[in-house]
């Protein structure tokens, strides 16, 4: 890696977006910073070839390496600095109640639902990040969606009212 400058940089200045991302992701602090810790280190690794779209190759590398804990693998624990509030939400007990009805779906869709309103992806993007099909996004996203609702029926108007 030449350019150590602009991978550090690029850590400074993304690194909380991605953690926050990573949380959502993992719904545990500490695997948040193991899987951005990963993902940092791939591009690391790389920077040379991906320094026109770090953030794209980073986050593609932690949903993957998220997807590889579904199947069992795990990373050995690392560091990383603290970061800002995991859910973007401005009432603290919104934010929380949502966090904890989060956790208590299945890593799957907790992942479906964190690329496709947090990251905003659409349901084919969702489907290619992730390696299934768009049908297969279509069913995991209604499934956690009613289990949100079941779960913490105050969010209703976060979660939607029909889906």
Do not use: C
């Amino acid at each position: 890696m030449t350019d150590r400058s602009g991978f550090d940089a690029f850590v400074r200045a993304r690194g909380p977006a991605l953690a926050r991302t990573a949380y959502l992701l993992t719904g545990d602090h500490h695997l948040a910073e193991d899987l951005v810790q990963a993902a940092l280190v791939q591009a690391a690794k790389h920077w040379e070839r991906i320094d026109t779209s770090p953030e794209a190759y980073v986050r593609r590398t932690m949903y993957h390496q998220n997807i590889s804990w579904w199947r069992g693998r795990k990373l050995a624990e690392t560091s990383l600095e603290s970061y800002d509030a995991p859910v973007p939400a401005t009432d603290p007990t919104i934010r929380l109640t949502l966090e904890q009805a989060l956790r208590r779906l299945t890593p799957r869709q907790r992942t479906v639902l964190v690329l496709r309103y947090f990251e905003d992806l659409t349901e084919v993007q969702t489907a290619a990040e992730l390696g299934i099909s768009s049908g297969a996004v279509k069913s995991m996203s209604r499934d956690a969606l009613r289990r949100l609702r079941t779960l913490a029926p105050e969010l209703a108007d976060l979660v939607g009212a029909d889906t």
